[in-house]
Each structure stands twice: as structure tokens, then as C-alpha cells.
């Protein structure tokens, strides 16, 4: 079996059987890469694969999405091809450890993708990643206790803020946050970075003034803090923050987080971002197809993991410029009618 060496982590569902078949793999493999650029692309998996999924925090949408892919890839396959999905810290760190060949498959937030195949931001050059699709998008959400006295960004000068996990996409959002509020990221709060889950337990116990979270909705760890603080926590609006982070990037968009998500009193304008699935240049094409076709095949089988995953859509499939899509995946999107 062509196979490749991850962290393991712990899967769920269908997941389970094939995380403990990859435990204790060792060393790197190149196996479902393939120098292919002039074969037909037929979206048949035929010799025994195993990718690695890179996702994001445990309590996040990325890890929750990402293991119920992992789930149906066997099935999409006739059992070829199978996935094993692992907690990370998400975005930047996931496209790093991808082009090192650590995985195979990256959850990503598109402005990080974006500046890692320019080489701008994190990146110190651009990077030989590509494309599988646009799905579903993040949400900016931006919680504080309610007795802090934050109503804005700016009112966090002073604060200890969590600004999510290193090399997260949420660390890259939250900063450009706060710098477009007139903060010093680096000086102007007390920076805690940490992930979903720690930040969670600190906010509980009032070690954390408030957090940056970037991820679909509903996320588990944001729900679990609603469900138990309740009106001790609020979301703050970010929106008037918006046209200076897309002078920074045409990715940022309006949102709202809709009340009924999270059973809060009202409505909350926040900042959204699409989400892509990333893998490298030398992907094995018939590879990058099948996983391609399973993320939109079994759209409903991903959406009952974590409803974030109804976001995904053919129609916005293709949207992934200037991340260029790699030819497998093309394929794919060709095969299934996208628009």
C-alpha cells in the first residue's frame, strides 16, 4: 500500500478502522505522487493508497469535516483509496508540513493559500501547492466575556487575548485584525496563542478576555462555550473593519452568524472567508480526482459530520484563482457538472 507517515489522530466513524491500520507507519513516502502531466486523467484509484489529512484544532470544523472525508474515501473507491486525518494547527502550518510531504491533502483558509502561492505573508516564497476546490466558508468569530469591557476590536488593547494556534489561519486573520484596528498585535495585548480548545477553558475561567476563532459554523468549541457561559460571553462586531483587510485581500466578505447557531439574542455581522483543500503539484491525478469527486459526492454524508460542510457548492467549486487548481481535480469538477 502506498502509504504516508502522519499523526494519527483520533478518528471518528469509519475513520477508526483506518487510523489503526496507519498507526506506526514510518518515514516519508512519495507514493501518490506521480510525475502524470501527460496521462489521461481517469479518476480510477487502482493500487492500494492511503493519503494524509491535514485539518486544524480537535474542536474545530476542519478536524470534524476532514475525519468524515477520510471516512468516505473507501467507499467513493471500492476501498482503494483511504485517508487518515490529523489534528494540526491548521492553514499556514498545514501548507507548510504539506509541502514538506507530511500529508497529502490540506484543510486551508483561501487568503492563506493565496499568499502562500504569491509567497507573501507567512511565506517566503511561493509555494508548488494547488487546488482540489472551494468549499465551504469560514466565519470570523470574535467572542469576549461580557464583563471585559470590549465592545470593539480596539477595546482589546490591554487584554489577554487568545489569537488561536500558531500558524493558524485564525493567528494570520486575528492579526490583521487587530493592526486594521490601530493595535500593535506584538504590544498591544496580551497575546495568548492558543488553540480552540485551551482558549475555550480560559475564557471559562477568566485567564482569557475574549478570542479570534476562523471556522465554519456551527463550531463544537464555540457552542460548548454559549452552552455554559450564556450571556456571560457576546460575539463583537467586526464589519466595520472590513475594508481594510480587503485592501489586504479580496478574499474578506460580509457574513452574518445567524442567531439560531449559537442561540444568541440577535443576529451578528462578522467577516467571512472561503475555505479551499489544497494538495501538491506532483499529486498523483486520479488521486486528486477521486478525492475531488468523494468531497462532492458525499456532500450529505460530510454535512452530517458538522452542518459548516451544506456550504459546500459546485457552483463555487472552480473559485479558487489565483490558486491554480490541479489538473486532477479539473477533471473532477468537469465530470460532475461544475458550473
Known amino acids: 500500500m502506498r502509504r504516508i507517515n502522519v499523526r494519527i489522530a483520533a478518528g471518528v466513524g469509519a475513520l477508526a478502522l483506518v487510523a489503526a491500520g496507519a498507526a506506526g507507519c514510518g518515514g516519508r513516502q512519495d507514493g501518490a505522487a506521480k510525475d502524470d502531466a501527460a ?9 492500494n493508497t492511503r493519503v494524509g489529512i491535514a485539518t486544524g484544532n480537535a474542536t474545530g470544523v476542519y478536524y470534524v469535516v476532514g ?72 466565519y470570523t468569530q470574535v467572542v469576549v466575556r461580557a464583563d471585559s469591557g470590549i465592545n470593539s476590536v480596539a477595546d482589546m488593547k490591554g487584554k489577554k487575548i487568545s489569537t488561536g494556534s500558531p500558524k493558524s489561519g485564525t493567528e494570520v486573520i486575528a492579526n490583521r485584525l487587530l493592526t486594521a484596528a490601530g493595535l500593535d498585535p506584538e504590544k498591544d495585548i496580551q497575546a495568548q496563542r492558543l488553540d480552540l480548545t485551551k482558549t475555550v477553558e480560559g475564557v471559562k475561567d477568566g485567564s482569557v478576555d475574549g478570542f479570534f476563532w476562523s471556522g465554519g459554523v456551527p463550531t ?21 473593519l472590513l475594508p481594510k483587510m480587503t485592501e489586504l485581500n479580496p478574499a474578506y466578505q460580509a457574513g452574518t452568524i445567524k442567531a439560531d447557531i449559537y442561540k444568541t439574542a440577535a443576529d451578528t455581522p462578522t467577516i467571512v472567508v472561503p475555505n479551499v483543500l489544497l494538495v501538491r503539484k506532483n499529486l498523483d491525478a486520479d488521486v ?39 489538473r486532477g481535480a479539473a477533471k473532477a469538477l468537469q465530470d460532475l457538472g461544475a458550473s
Open 288 to 326: 486528486a480526482c477521486a478525492i475531488t469527486r468523494t468531497v462532492f459526492e458525499k456532500k450529505d454524508a460530510l454535512a452530517q459530520a458538522n452542518p459548516a460542510a451544506k456550504g459546500i457548492d459546485l457552483n463555487n467549486a472552480r473559485k479558487t484563482d489565483p490558486v491554480p487548481m490541479h
Open 67 to 138: 475525519n468524515a472525508l477520510a471516512g468516505q474515501l473507501a467507499a467513493s473507491t471500492d476501498g482503494k483509496l483511504t485517508g487518515t486525518a490529523a489534528e494540526t494547527g491548521a492553514s499556514v502550518q498545514n501548507i507548510e508540513q504539506l509541502v514538506a510531504g507530511q500529508y497529502d491533502v490540506a484543510f486551508s483558509l483561501f487568503d492563506t493559500a493565496v499568499n502562500a502561492v504569491q509567497g507573501k505573508g507567512s511565506f517566503t516564497a511561493p509555494q508548488p501547492v494547488e487546488a482540489l476546490a472551494r468549499i465551504y466558508d469560514n
Open 220 to 240: 463544537g468549541g464555540v457552542t460548548d462555550l454559549f452552552t455554559t457561559a450564556g450571556d456571560k460571553v457576546k460575539f463583537i462586531d467586526i464589519t466595520p
Open 39 to 47: 496521462s489521461e486523467v481517469t479518476c480510477k484509484v487502482t493500487e
